[in-house]
């Protein structure tokens, strides 16, 4: 289950953090032994281990730590508070396509989520394993794309609404399941937020994939139809948008990069990344009937006209409300945005 790679630095003086890595054979709360390293996350380390509960078993889990080395009592409260954000809100979601939580805890200044170990590459990584020329099928992209809606669409309507805020290539896991089919998997809750009224928040996001609103500190399902709008461009054209200037995708449309991208195809990316939300597709569930639409086109061969956003079926929309950021948040031009 690997995640975006960072070094990590200690918030007191700017040390690394290696030397606190748990070693092969650690055993935590007498039950999780650990294995090796799987990644980095945004404060600590995520390990594979295993779960010494099932003797007869080998039961593997993810452990995602995070390390508090500040002294400023504030920081370390609100490190604590995305920490336990994530656990709970992992735990009050039940989808096959949304990594699943088991337990968490904490020991000293470390605290730990135990998560479901999934097999399999993130997007990121199968883009960057390409050769120079090469890209994926356009198809299987669609395919990607509309499950990723399905998931967006159950967040989006749930009973406590969920944005999830930093939709990108490396939070998509592609597992294999036995049948040969693929099924995307997303990981990594560490800055998903379920807003209420009147609750400010802090910009939290990636460069290049977060919406310009996001950094008014508007979160809602539009931000994220636009994080997949930049994803599905990134995929298909190997254009990493974190390497390039904020909000510029008008001036690369994807078919300038792919040409064998159809133009229907291109129409649904670029209208999910409209500067302004109310261009967006106004659910996820509309933008995955565009999506099927494009996917039906490309099996047949042909191009229908192109889509009308008035033509678009009528959609249940999740009532989500904004937030505004803190005055502390990062503006665009810096890719160091906080992640949970």
């Not at 990636?206 to 994080?227: F, H, K, M, W």
Request: with cysteine; aromatic share 8%; hydrophobic share 35%.
């Amino acid at each position: 289950m690997p995640l975006e790679t960072q070094r990590l630095e200690d918030t007191t003086g700017g040390e690394a953090l290696d030397d606190q890595i748990l070693p092969k054979g650690a055993i935590l709360q007498n039950r999780y032994e650990i294995l090796r390293i799987l990644g980095t996350g945004g404060m600590g380390f995520v390990y594979l281990a295993r779960d010494l509960n099932f003797a007869k078993a080998q039961r593997l889990c993810a452990i995602k730590e995070m390390i508090s080395t500040t002294h400023d009592p504030t920081f370390r409260r609100l490190s604590l508070s995305n920490f336990e954000r994530e656990a709970n809100t992992l735990a009050s979601i039940e989808h096959p396509a949304i990594v699943k939580i088991y337990d968490y805890f904490t020991e000293g200044n470390r605290s730990y989520l135990v998560m479901q170990y999934v097999q399999g590459k993130n997007l990121e990584e199968i883009v960057n394993e390409l050769d120079t020329g090469e890209f994926l099928s356009e198809e299987r992209v669609l395919k990607w794309g509309i499950q990723i809606c399905d998931i967006l669409h159950y967040l989006h309507t749930s009973e406590t609404p969920i944005v999830y805020r930093d939709l990108k290539p490396p939070n998509l896991i592609l597992k294999k399941e036995r049948d040969g089919t693929e099924r995307i998997i997303l990981i990594d809750f560490g800055i998903a937020k379920a807003f209420q009224e009147g609750q400010k928040g802090t910009m939290m996001g990636t460069e290049g994939y977060s919406p310009p609103e996001q950094y008014r500190g508007i979160a809602s399902p539009q931000g994220d139809v636009y994080a997949l709008g930049a994803t599905l461009h990134h995929i298909l054209t190997k254009r990493d948008p974190k390497l390039e200037p904020p909000f510029t995708f008008h001036e690369a449309l994807p078919r300038q990069f792919n040409p064998e991208i159809s133009e229907l195809t291109e129409q649904v990316i670029m209208k999910a990344l409209s500067y302004e939300a109310k261009d967006r597709f106004a659910s996820a569930a509309e933008m995955k009937a565009a999506l099927q639409n494009a996917l039906a086109a490309k099996k047949r061969g042909g191009q229908p006209p192109a889509f009308s956003p008035a033509a678009s079926p009528p959609t249940r929309q999740a009532s989500v409300p904004t937030a505004v950021l803190a005055p502390d948040a990062r503006p665009p031009g810096d890719n160091t945005a906080p992640h949970g």
